[in-house]
């Protein structure tokens, strides 16, 4: 499993923030891509900070990295950093 120095500072934030959130279908859950906005991503650090969890197996997508979910691996590496 990844290690929190495996992970930059921003995707360490992104996590985090991803997997405290309750899983639920839109739009009854924030958009991944405005929680990251809310942490003070631009939004095209937020979009390759999404890319590289992505290639990391944490997130996955359908149509935008914008509006993706954690994939379970993601929610574990989470709880592995004490972050749930």
């Known amino acids: 499993m990844?290690?929190?120095v495996d992970l930059t500072e921003d995707e360490r934030l992104v996590l985090a923030a991803l997997a405290g959130q309750a899983e639920a279908a839109f739009p009854d859950r924030r958009m991944p891509g405005e929680?990251?906005?809310a942490l003070g991503l631009s939004q095209r650090r937020a979009l390759a900070v999404f890319r590289s969890l992505a290639a990391r197996g944490f997130y996955e997508y359908d149509i935008?990295?914008?509006?993706?979910?954690l994939t379970v691996r993601g929610r574990e590496a989470a709880q592995g950093?004490?972050?749930t």
């Open 81 to 83: 950093m004490g972050e």
């Open 35 to 37: 929680a990251a906005v």
């Open 2 to 4: 990844e290690t929190r």
């Open 64 to 69: 935008s990295l914008y509006s993706g979910r």
